[in-house]
């Protein structure tokens, strides 16, 4: 039995309000991650279809470490697959994205067609009749480790696993807010950004399904009426690690006003006023009063809707201390000018530099600078101690979407 | 208003930054100046009809206060202090006292007790308005890589 395996066993199943340290800075733990989870049975976000929307587009992505390049074929059809050369392992495709009917290995020049088939080996039988590969050498046993792929909206879900549930079951009760953003609409990518964090990234994932920091940790979101503790929210989690939380504006007496003047009220802070309060102001363009939005799709994805702003962020473990997060903004094509211009003010709000998310790069940083040496745990008993979020009260000040990820987590490293 | 002018513009901007004089640094700024911070990527291969989207986008003065503010009163960081090095400045002149400046950008970041790294480096793309003082009426940069952690302070 080694460390993972006492660190697990030590963690009785039901002491969901303890998170042993130990699992943000195990490297053992790091590795066995990569085999349980990003390829086991799990979807991973790799991509949106307006990131390749013609025949033979093509863009690189991750599925948790392991390099991945997702295609569009001559006839439509979306492929993710392994971007590793299935003769000596070189990357086939080292650009970011582009559009070629073949990809092709720079090292002994294989190629490859977008659905990952063999097309080429040179020198396959050989040169003026000597060498070349043995006789049974079949190009239809070395093409590139095809994913299973499931598609919801414009979004693009992999799998290395045959026993992942269907992507539709696995979503659950927060597949209807995924389609609420993603409804079949062609989207546009307006950007990316792309911030490098020095933590694990679980720490990550916990701060996406926690509801309970974001107003003490982000001061811009009560001070200016985007989210306020006196909202009513939701929480939805899911046993396979999904979950979703999100807040509706107007429904307290201190974002009433923002809600039905559609003027911002800074009444937190006092003598403190936004010289351009079309930062906080939201066209509410879903037909409901959801000012923030967010959905954590575990292992790698969220999608998060704040204000106007429709962001899509990646999480890409690097190493047990290490994870970058990828921000795709997004749009739809048929967005009216007016609207457009909020998505880019509304940016304002998230990734790096964002009034709401800086500082979680901060906190993140912080807890993985104490927690070094992995001893003690952490206490996460807020609303409760269960992972039912329909045992919660209709607020978000609670911890209960964590608890459920530990859940899901615990089932595929144990 | 000359090349030499134009350095010294961009010189006294950054220690505006080091020293956390934040409201100095936005007085950097014309009414209408326009500031922004683009990542490389948002530049290339853009959608029909799609303009480059900032990790910081203000686009006017006003945008530009509200940073202050909210970095002064509604934001949580940890101590860092920014050190800019330009290189490569080139003025050219566009009539009516404005200046079209083209630079290359270095920015460290030290964090306490004492640990710099290279933060961010680009370009730098301005348009400078003569007068006194000299504002940008406009001021890009263009970052080549990713944001270690995160950014709280402007470039």
Known sequence: ?????????????????????????????????????????????????????????????????????????????????????????????????????????????????????????????????????????????????????ERVGGTIFATFSDETPPLRDYLGSVLPLVERIFDGREMVVLGRFRQRIQSNWKLYFENLKDAYHATLLHPFLATFGLGRPTMEGRIHAEASGVSGLYSFTGTDEQSKHVFESGEADTAYAKGLALSAPEVVVSDFEFGDTIGAENLAIFPSFAISQTANAIATRQVVPLAVDRFDLVWTLLGYSDDPPDLRAKRYVHANLVGPAGYISLEDAEALESVQRAIVEGAESAYVAMGGSGADPAATPGNMISEVAIRSFWQAWRRLVS | MNERDVTRMLARYADALHEWRLEDWADFFTDDGRYEIIPRENLEGLADGVTPLGIISCPDRRFIDDRVKAIRKATVYGPQVYRHLFGNVVADELGAGRMAVRANYAVYRTKPPGEAELFSVGKLEATVVDGDPARFASLRFVCDALIPGYIVLPL
């Not at chain 1, 002491?15 to 049975?41: H, K, M, N, S």
């Not at chain 1, 439509?76 to 070629?100: F, I």
């Open chain 1, 1 to 149: 039995m080694d460390a993972v395996d006492r660190l697990l066993e030590d963690w009785r199943p039901d002491q969901l309000t303890r998170v042993p340290y130990q699992v943000f800075v195990d490297a053992d733990l790091f590795q066995r991650e990569d085999e349980r989870i990003f390829r086991g049975p799990t979807w991973s976000f790799v991509g949106v279809e307006a990131e390749i929307p013609n025949p033979y587009d093509f863009r690189t992505s991750v599925v948790g470490r392991t390099p991945v390049v997702m295609t569009r074929d001559g006839d439509g059809a979306v492929h993710v697959l392994v971007n590793r050369c299935a003769h000596r392992g070189a990357e086939v495709v080292r650009d970011v994205c582009g559009n070629a009917k073949r990809l092709r290995c720079l090292y002994h020049a294989w190629s490859y067609d977008s659905s990952g088939a063999l097309r080429g080996a040179p020198f396959e039988k050989g040169l003026a009749g000597q060498a070349g590969y043995p006789s049974e050498f079949r190009k239809a046993e070395h093409g590139l480790r095809s994913l299973r792929v």
